[in-house]
């Protein structure tokens, strides 16, 4: 008995009789990691670059294969309108949203924490500067500044002239310089930052929590009206660690921690009496965390037990 996939999941399923995958579907599943890493950088949402990946698989099937000089790039070009297509839908979404909106965390493997353009790329601190960006400012940096898509490629997708893709790519650049982290940091930094992080957190000790924050750290999370979260960004290490401090005493749980790592940079699994509570996706510069973002709506929460495979190529 043989095999087919289901080319939107890559899972393989049995298949009676002498039938083997037909060149679309073994074209798309060459791609595929690719199309949703592209998917979910434009989108923030591990569902909705699922989503986008459908509607790709949906139009891909019916095009002329004889007819496609560059396959990867074609399919690019879908994904890019499906997702620019959703990501219309998802900003007016998001305006209705409750309290803060942030990225779908994904639980990665090793080797994209090993692979620092990735990492950075998909880290949860640029993630939220990407948010920053019109939907086609947004989708031309990802396809220029993260998968170098050509301007003429990335016009065709977008629909626009390659002077107007040009000029949107300049000024998204400047955009997304003057608000990125201002150093990437060795992954083993990282981890460092994170473990003296969590030692603190599990000890409630509010002055550990003090030396591992910068002065100017930012708490946001994310409950989406479902968990209770802080209404709007914290600012500041001494009201970050008090608040950290003062909420576990008054809670009265029994909290733990668990290291892992979440969009390719170190991040923490929190329990609450032994059920998970959320994620917090850490941002370092200078050995010191300036960024904690808390998801604690569960609609989030459903890409942390495996990991989900990215890549750039």
Request: net charge positive; aromatic share 4%; charged share 25%.
């Given at each position: ?6 080319a ?48 790709t ?14 396959q ?11 997702a ?42 640029l ?7 019109a ?5 031309v ?60 957190l ?50 009265q ?22 059920e ?38």
């Amino acid at each position: 008995m043989n095999e087919r996939r289901d080319a939107t999941t890559g899972t393989a399923e049995p298949m009676a009789g002498g039938g083997r995958m037909d060149l679309a579907t073994e074209a798309f599943l060459a791609h595929r990691n690719l199309l949703f890493t592209v998917a979910y950088e434009m989108l923030g949402s591990a569902a909705d670059a699922e989503d986008a990946l459908q509607e790709t698989w949906l139009r891909w099937v019916k095009i002329d294969l004889g007819q496609v000089c560059d396959q990867r790039a074609f399919l690019i070009r879908i994904v890019t309108r499906r997702a620019l297509d959703r990501l219309r839908v998802m900003k007016r979404r998001k305006e209705a949203y409750v309290g803060p909106w942030l990225p779908e965390p994904l639980l990665t493997a090793p080797d994209v924490a090993e692979d620092v353009e990735l990492a950075e790329s998909v880290s949860m601190a640029l993630m939220l500067v990407l948010e920053t960006l019109a939907p086609t400012e947004r989708a031309v940096f990802v396809l220029r500044e993260v998968f170098d898509v050509g301007y003429d490629e990335i016009a065709a997708a977008v629909g626009k002239a390659p002077a107007t893709v040009r000029q949107i790519a300049h000024r998204a650049r400047r955009h997304v310089e003057a608000r990125r982290p201002r150093e990437v940091v060795s992954p083993s930094q990282a981890r460092a930052a994170v473990e003296s992080f969590r030692r603190a957190l599990d000890a409630r000790d509010l002055q550990g929590l003090l030396d591992v924050l910068a002065p100017e750290v930012v708490l946001v999370s994310d409950g989406g009206g479902v968990k209770q979260a802080v209404p709007r960004p914290v600012t500041g290490a001494r009201k970050v660690a008090h608040m950290i401090v003062s909420g576990l005493g008054k809670a009265q749980v029994a909290l733990t921690s668990e290291p892992t790592v979440v969009n390719g940079n170190p991040a923490l699994i929190l329990r609450l009496n032994g059920e998970v509570d959320g994620v917090m996706a850490v941002r370092v510069e200078d050995a010191r965390i300036t960024g904690l973002y808390y998801v604690r709506n569960p609609r989030k929460l459903t890409r942390i037990a495996s990991a989900t495979p990215l890549t750039l190529k």
